[in-house]
């Protein structure tokens, strides 16, 4: 008797054009996924970083979709939800820049915290009417914590210290409560701050990386950052999506830490940073800008990842060093200093 043939999982991505979208879309074409995602409409091409997996639309074979769409709009992501039926949908989409979140609140709430809403609802609206179940993963943020001690783990109390971190929690208790309410197999991944070379140019790892490959090159004399004792716990980014899929194949939906467990201030990455490209002392090229201070700083973030590494057995692979080493050196290939990149041991 022939074996019938598995169907295709079908995933759909929220934000599928930001760092994390872009990686985790690699990782379901390469576990078999049929994949959807959502970009949001510019005047200007903003899909840079899954051009080289988009494909022509009438190939019979292809596998990445990409949908116009907005978290703002909630009878868009229905009807998508509707017409693509998928069986997992990963919620990345926000307005994801911390320091800005304080210049546009109101903005930061409707998308990073209601639009998380919006897609609940809408999975709510489909099972009920279609009686097929969706597992949902939220993107929860360390910087729910805010100015609780480290290290912080699932039961640590959030104390967020920015409109983007307050915006999270809503969107962590709504996928909770969704989840109780409703049966929706939904679970919080609390990722810890997670770079590569995809990292948005403005977020303060790549603006560092950059910003020192554009002064090899010639082209700046200095970059402009703002508190530099500001410790986080970095990570590689592939590594925290491969976690967000891990947790969506688990038994029973749950809430999880990702992170290192280490603690690095912005001083550390600058010195490795600077050291590795060979211009030595970093504080020769940074002027502080109090532009970029935070009206409320988170000082300290640590995971705790031990809930982690007992169910889904995931554990960090790259370590911070190896982290700002794989950013430079993108970045100066990116630049034309290839034989500088050259220098630079990844391993």
């Given at each position: 008797?022939?074996?019938?043939k ?15 979208g872009s990686?985790?879309a690699?990782?379901l074409?390469?576990?078999?996924y049929i994949v959807?995602?959502?970009?949001r409409r510019?005047?200007?091409?903003n ?5 080289h997996?988009?494909?022509d ?5 292809l596998?990445?979709?990409?949908h116009?769409?907005?978290?703002a709009?909630g009878?868009?992501?229905r009807k ?7 069986d997992?949908i ?5 307005q994801s820049?911390v320091?800005?979140s304080?210049?546009i609140p109101?903005?930061t ?6 639009g ?11 099972q009920e009417?279609t009686g097929?179940?969706?597992?949902y993963y939220?993107a ?6 805010g100015s ?7 039961n ?7 409109p ?8 962590y208790h709504a996928?909770?409560?969704y989840r ?6 939904a ?6 701050n997670h770079?590569?070379?995809r990292?948005?140019?403005t977020f ?8 020192i ?8 004399k200095?970059?402009?950052l703002g508190?530099?004792?500001?410790r986080r ?6 590594e925290?999506m491969?976690?967000?899929w891990m947790?969506?194949?688990q038994p029973k939906?749950?809430?999880?830490v990702?992170g290192?467990?280490?603690s690095?201030?912005?001083?550390d990455?600058?010195?490795i940073?600077?050291k590795?490209?060979?211009?030595g002392?970093y504080?020769?090229?940074?002027e502080?800008?109090h532009?970029y ?9 640590i ?5 982690a590494?007992k169910?889904l ?12 080493k ?6 100066l290939?990116?630049h034309g200093l290839?034989?500088?990149a050259k220098?630079i041991k990844?391993s």
């Amino acid at each position: 008797m022939k074996a019938k043939k598995q169907k295709n999982k079908v995933a759909l991505i929220t934000g599928l054009t930001g760092q994390d979208g872009s990686y985790l879309a690699e990782l379901l074409l390469n576990k078999g996924y049929i994949v959807h995602g959502i970009i949001r409409r510019a005047s200007t091409f903003n899909t840079q970083r899954v051009d080289h997996i988009l494909r022509d639309h009438h190939k019979k074979d292809l596998q990445f979709f990409g949908h116009y769409g907005d978290l703002a709009d909630g009878n868009t992501i229905r009807k998508l939800i509707y017409s693509i039926e998928p069986d997992e949908i990963y919620n990345l989409g926000a307005q994801s820049h911390v320091r800005v979140s304080f210049d546009i609140p109101e903005y930061t709430a409707n998308i990073t915290g209601l639009g998380t809403l919006r897609v609940l609802e809408a999975i709510k609206d489909y099972q009920e009417k279609t009686g097929k179940k969706v597992k949902y993963y939220q993107a929860s943020s360390s910087e729910m914590f805010g100015s609780s001690p480290p290290p912080q783990n699932e039961n640590t109390i959030f104390k967020p210290r920015s409109p983007y971190g307050c915006a999270k929690v809503f969107a962590y208790h709504a996928t909770i409560n969704y989840r109780e309410a409703y049966g929706i197999f939904a679970c919080n991944g609390i990722l810890f701050n997670h770079e590569s070379p995809r990292r948005g140019e403005t977020f303060v790892t790549r603006k560092i990386t950059r910003g020192i490959a554009r002064i090899t090159a010639g082209l700046d004399k200095k970059i402009y950052l703002g508190n530099l004792e500001a410790r986080r716990d970095w990570g590689y980014a592939p590594e925290y999506m491969e976690a967000a899929w891990m947790m969506l194949q688990q038994p029973k939906p749950n809430d999880y830490v990702i992170g290192t467990g280490e603690s690095h201030s912005i001083k550390d990455f600058l010195r490795i940073a600077f050291k590795e490209a060979g211009l030595g002392n970093y504080k020769k090229y940074i002027e502080i800008d109090h532009a970029y201070y935070r009206p409320t700083e988170v000082h300290d973030l640590i995971a705790d990842t031990t809930k982690a590494k007992k169910i889904l057995g995931w554990k960090p692979k790259t370590n911070f060093e190896q982290l700002v080493k794989i950013m430079l050196e993108h970045d100066l290939r990116n630049h034309g200093l290839d034989e500088r990149a050259k220098n630079i041991k990844l391993s």
